[in-house]
Nanobody, 124 residues
């Protein structure tokens, strides 16, 4: 079984910064993709940022509203992904979920896993 455990989040004033981290554990062969989604009250869950493995680096993708403010990174050796969030705005408020596409063995297909979510509140 695979577990994603998030840390970080909390309450911050507009313009402030927060950092989220997520660690994947379990019997894992590879994690092609890791990322973050968020869900604001009354809204659907949306992709915030994802990062793929390409050799020792990785390609990234961000939702337009966070480009230039958020930075996603990962440590492949530790199976962790982080999200540095700067210049936070009230519209960034929501529950942030860690996401991972995981392969359990060399021959197994990929499957999607989610963390339990962590609250980020941006308010004065």
């Amino acid at each position: 079984q695979v577990q994603l455990v998030e840390s970080g989040g909390g309450l911050v004033q507009p313009g402030g910064s927060l950092s989220l981290s997520c660690a994947a554990s379990g019997s894992i062969f590879s994690i092609p993709t890791m990322g973050w989604y968020r869900q604001a009250p009354g809204k659907e869950r949306e992709l915030v940022a994802v990062i793929d493995i390409i050799g020792s680096g990785g390609s990234t993708k961000y939702v337009d509203s966070v480009k230039g403010r958020f930075t996603i990174s990962r440590d492949n050796a530790k199976n962790t992904v982080s999200l540095q969030m700067n210049s936070l705005q009230p519209e960034d408020t929501g529950v942030y979920y860690c996401y991972a596409v995981v392969r359990l063995t060399f021959t197994s297909p990929s499957d999607n896993y989610w963390g339990q979510g962590t609250q980020v509140t941006v308010s004065s």
